[in-house]
């Protein structure tokens, strides 16, 4: 069901998260305004929201005519001031960079109308840093999706220190209205909770090969067979009450002072990235990508998350 008082979304910068952002709002039922720097740009953008909803469709997740629908609920929009003028929500997801968000959050405090709910997309940046550019900080917060934004449940939304109770609670409905799982992040932290939980594990990958450990590929063969295929059904702290606390407490007490702590990247991840080796784009990175290897992990990672996606909704049309 539609949020009352939210009709139409916008997404400015319809780049590998905007589509994906307006299409999910769009298969909800909310008329969807994308915008991009040029028509060919949003050309691309609805030629992947097209892509994607065939591949609803043929898992059995949208009808046909679900899908003509949800892309007849979709509209591009070069011009800001025309997008803008009656967007009851917008979704800003241009690139990484506070000054171009700060700038572009301006414009759309000037060009909305008053009640309209501004979010941006940010990975990480202060929410409190953007807000004060928005003519509205009690009406702005950021909404976190995850890449893919039309297959991951998460969002999280991230509380300013002048966000309104009100707005949190909005946009928290219109989430839930768009099929998303949103997790209220109080305070306003560097990378939010996802992106500090994959980070810390991260640096300690990072330390363990540095130090000889195990190789990359290790790394991944040890996760994906073991704690990454239990974390999708009990999360961390769930694995710890079911392993008991005494437990995790008595390997936490020798371990966590073992565990690396480095403040910077790591040597080896320097020279990683001064040799060029900066992944699928470069075909070397950690690991090495020939031929289409790369597609082929996506491709599975996507066929997993459509499975999970047909699990959360069978679980939810159950009795
Ligand atoms: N890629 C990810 O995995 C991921 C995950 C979560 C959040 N994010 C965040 O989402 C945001 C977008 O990332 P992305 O990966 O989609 O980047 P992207 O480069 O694919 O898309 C950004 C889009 O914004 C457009 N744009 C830039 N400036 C604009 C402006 N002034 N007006 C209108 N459009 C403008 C660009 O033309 C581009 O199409 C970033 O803040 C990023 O950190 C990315």
Not at 4 to 9: A, F, H, L
Not at 267 to 279: C, D, K, N, S, V
Not at 289 to 295: I, L
Request: charged share 25%; hydrophobic share 40%; net charge negative.
């Amino acid at each position: 069901m539609l949020v009352e008082g939210i009709q139409k979304v916008l997404v400015v910068g319809a780049g590998l998260m905007g589509h994906g952002i307006g299409q999910v709002f769009a298969q909800a039922g909310y008329a969807v305004v994308l915008n991009d720097l040029d028509d060919e740009r949003l050309g691309r953008a609805v030629e992947g929201i097209r892509r994607n909803l065939d591949l609803f469709v043929r898992e059995g997740l949208l009808t046909a005519t679900e899908a003509e629908a949800t892309l007849a609920r979709i509209t591009t929009e070069v011009d800001l001031p025309r997008a803008a003028r009656d967007a009851d929500l917008v979704v800003e997801a241009t690139f990484e960079d506070l000054e171009g968000k700060r700038a572009v959050l301006g414009r759309l405090g000037m060009l909305c109308p008053a009640h309209t709910i501004l979010t941006s997309n940010t990975s990480g940046l202060s929410v409190n840093a953007m807000a004060p550019a928005t003519n509205r900080p009690d009406r702005f917060v950021v909404t976190h999706f995850w890449n893919p934004p039309h297959l991951i449940p998460l969002v999280e939304v991230v509380r300013g220190e002048n966000t309104a109770e009100t707005t949190i609670a909005r946009v928290v409905a219109v989430l839930r209205s768009i099929d998303k799982a949103p997790v209220v992040v109080q305070k306003d932290v560097l990378g939010f909770v996802g992106n500090r939980l994959q980070y810390a594990l991260f640096r300690e990958a990072l330390g363990l090969i540095q130090n000889g450990v195990c190789t990359a590929e290790d790394i991944d063969t040890v996760v994906k067979m073991s704690f990454g295929r239990r974390l999708t059904t009990a999360g961390p702290l769930e694995t710890a009450d079911l392993n008991g606390t005494d437990l995790f407490f008595n390997i936490s007490r020798y371990l966590f002072p073992d565990l690396d702590n480095s403040t910077e990247p790591h040597p080896f991840f320097r020279q990683l990235i001064a040799e060029g080796r900066i992944g699928v784009k470069a075909g070397r990175g950690f690991r090495d990508w020939p031929g289409d290897r790369a597609e082929r992990i996506r491709e599975r990672r996507d066929r997993e998350l459509i499975r999970w996606l047909k699990q959360d909704r069978e679980q939810k049309e159950a009795p």
